[in-house]
């Protein structure tokens, strides 16, 4: 039994690593690429995206391209699971909107993103947010402390995701399977929208409390991810850049 439970944190702790120091340097040309340009996020935290890589996953093939006469950044999936991801620091005071856009051009059949065996999706875009982790459950601190070990740095303390689901209506919240600390937020549902660009613009604080039911903490970390490793399948889609709406009354970034 402890040897399964020990397997269980490990696999949850890599899920939950996007604030944590262990990434690569992103794929060649995607630092000066007009996407990573047009994806004005924090300047003050004085990082580049880079790619998070996954313990025991195959990594995903990203690319800054040209779609549809868009700035992308290309994501293809080979049984693989990866994300690249950018340091951020705002305040809750400071939190405004987030623009961003996305292609899908097949779903992915067999993914459910409220089971373990099959939490996949084509589109994930990710917020980390501090937060007190006094209040961690029992299993979601022993993970933060695992994350701890293997990486230097804690769990966020909670993680919102955008996400494209097969079933499920827009607005749901799925839980993760593996941790109270992730919730992810459903804003396309079928096939109905696919192989077209996307583009939306959120309140990060409305869909935060919608998902967590309290107010946020601190934004410390955005990232897009693609994953097809729970079911063994290819999958492909495209991100447009990244841009954060401030507040008003408040500077832009």
């Known amino acids: 039994m402890v040897p399964s439970v020990l397997a269980r944190c490990l696999a949850a702790a890599t899920a939950l690593l996007l604030a944590a120091c262990a990434s ?16 004005a996020l924090d300047d003050d935290a004085g990082t580049e995206w880079q790619v998070q890589r996954f313990p025991g996953k195959a990594p995903v093939r990203f690319a800054a391209v040209r779609q549809a006469g868009r700035d992308a950044l290309a994501a293809d999936a080979q049984s693989a699971a990866s994300m690249v991801k950018h340091r951020v620091h705002i305040e809750p005071a400071d939190l405004g909107s987030l623009r961003f856009s996305w ?4 779903l992915i059949a067999d993914a459910d993103l409220a089971r373990r065996d099959a939490d996949d999706s084509p589109v994930r875009i990710v917020l980390a947010f501090e937060g007190d982790r006094s209040r961690f459950s029992p299993a979601d601190a022993m993970l933060s402390e695992l994350a701890r070990t293997l990486t230097g740095e804690p769990m966020p303390y909670a993680t919102l995701m955008y996400v494209w689901c097969n079933q499920r209506e827009p607005g749901t919240v799925v839980r993760s399977p ?12 079928g096939p109905g929208r696919l192989n ?15 998902a967590f039911g309290e107010p946020p903490g601190a934004l410390v970390g955005v990232a897009v991810m693609t994953d097809s490793d ?7 889609a495209w991100y447009g850049p990244l841009q954060f709406v401030p507040v008003a009354g408040t500077a832009p970034r």
């Open 178 to 189: 593996r941790t109270e600390r992730i919730r992810k937020l459903v804003l396309e549902s």
């Open 230 to 236: 729970n079911t063994r399948t290819a999958t492909r």
């Open 103 to 106: 292609k899908v051009p097949q």
């Open 24 to 39: 690569l340097p992103p794929p060649d040309g995607l630092a000066d690429s007009d996407w990573a340009r047009a994806s």
């Open 196 to 210: 077209r660009w996307l583009d939306y613009e959120r309140d990060i604080r409305a869909d935060y409390e919608r």
